[in-house]
């Protein structure tokens, strides 16, 4: 009962990369940088296990950014020549690589990052990829013309790594989709297609994470735009239960998200944000106990697994950890309060 784990990255080590920067600067080229991608892993996994939690992850250390990390490896795409696009309908500018051919994976993606988390931990593991709709929010397009031919032709990349990966031994597999809290119609209309494409002949459990984004001060304001109750969810929760996706991750603690809402998740296991990743302060676990709470007024017991709203990665070091500690602490004392 009440499980834990991260919705996916931490920050990494200032010997690894730039700290406190979404987009960071690697701190060493070639095979050192390999070796250091490899002991960030290692170190993150021992913090994970020592904190306490019990899923698994890679903190994706080896990935520079959540979206990008994929695409380095797509033949297609020219990283060459970025332009300047708006993404998440606006919200920011991010330099951006175009898609200018046929997509085609070069190869394995993130085999040696998942056979090294295989190799490291008994718990179970779970691992991240980008979801198809928010690659296509995240690259320029000048080949497809079509923001759905364009997702489905990466929902098809996506299954031939999540399937390799469930070879590797990895128990479940989460695509992020924030780009679902900002098109909702589309989401519900071609999104979670797209995303059970990507998901296709899994038989490892299969998440999705939604969120409002990382602490960045850009999403921040964007919040403050969305009123007293953000109902984003309302409209996506219905497609996702209707879907073959098993897990969702939602936002919960200081979000102004209706508890209720996750009631429309009935048949789903779900993934409570109790863990605020805009925040330095760290809960207490009495916080995440609460919240645990609030949720089970709508979420069963035995389909509740505690998580963080989003992920750490732009985090201090020391910040991350304490927060880590406080989400196994917090479902720990859940488990005293609400257990039967
Ligand atoms: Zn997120």
Not at 19 to 30: D, I, Y
Not at 85 to 111: E, T
Not at 196 to 201: K, T
Request: charged residues 25%; glycine residues 8%; negative net charge.
């Amino acid at each position: 009962m009440f499980h834990t784990a991260i919705a996916g990255s931490l920050p990494k080590p200032a010997w690894l990369a730039e700290t406190g920067k979404l987009w960071p600067k690697w701190q060493a080229e070639g095979e050192a940088l390999a070796r250091a991608k490899a002991d960030a892993t290692l170190l993150w996994v021992k913090l994970q296990e020592d904190a306490g939690l019990d899923v698994i992850g890679d903190g994706e250390q080896s990935r520079q950014h959540f979206v990008h990390g994929f695409l380095e490896q797509v033949e297609g795409i020219d990283f060459d020549h970025k332009v300047e696009m708006g993404i998440r309908n606006d919200r920011y500018k991010a330099m951006v690589p175009q898609v200018v051919a046929p997509l085609r994976l070069k190869g394995r993606v993130h085999a040696t990052e998942a056979r090294l988390l295989r190799a490291h931990t008994q718990h179970k593991i779970k691992f991240t990829l980008p979801g198809p709709m928010t690659i296509v929010d995240t690259v320029a397009d000048r080949h497809y013309g079509d923001r759905v031919a364009m997702a489905f032709a990466f929902a098809e990349l996506l299954n031939q790594e999540a399937l390799a990966l469930q070879a590797d031994g990895v128990d479940i597999i989460q695509f992020d989709e924030p780009a679902f809290n900002v098109y909702m119609a589309e989401a519900a209309d071609w999104g979670v297609k797209a995303l059970e494409r990507a998901a296709q002949g899994l038989t490892c459990k299969t998440a999705v994470h939604i969120c409002y984004g990382y602490g960045i001060s850009a999403n921040i304001d964007w919040k403050k735009t969305l009123g007293d109750q953000w109902r984003q969810y309302e409209q996506v929760f219905p497609a996702l239960a209707a879907s073959r996706i098993d897990q969702v991750s939602l936002e919960c603690i200081h979000s102004q998200v209706p508890a209720e809402l996750m009631a429309l998740l009935a048949g789903k296991d779900v993934m409570v944000g109790v863990i605020d990743v805009a925040s330095d302060q760290v809960e207490t676990p009495e916080e995440v106990a609460d919240t645990i709470g609030r949720a089970l007024q709508f979420v069963p017991h035995h389909r509740l697994i505690a998580c963080t709203n989003c992920g750490l990665a732009p985090m201090q070091r020391g910040v991350a950890e304490a927060k880590l500690r406080a989400l196994a602490d917090g479902a720990a004392l859940a488990r005293q309060r609400f257990g039967a």
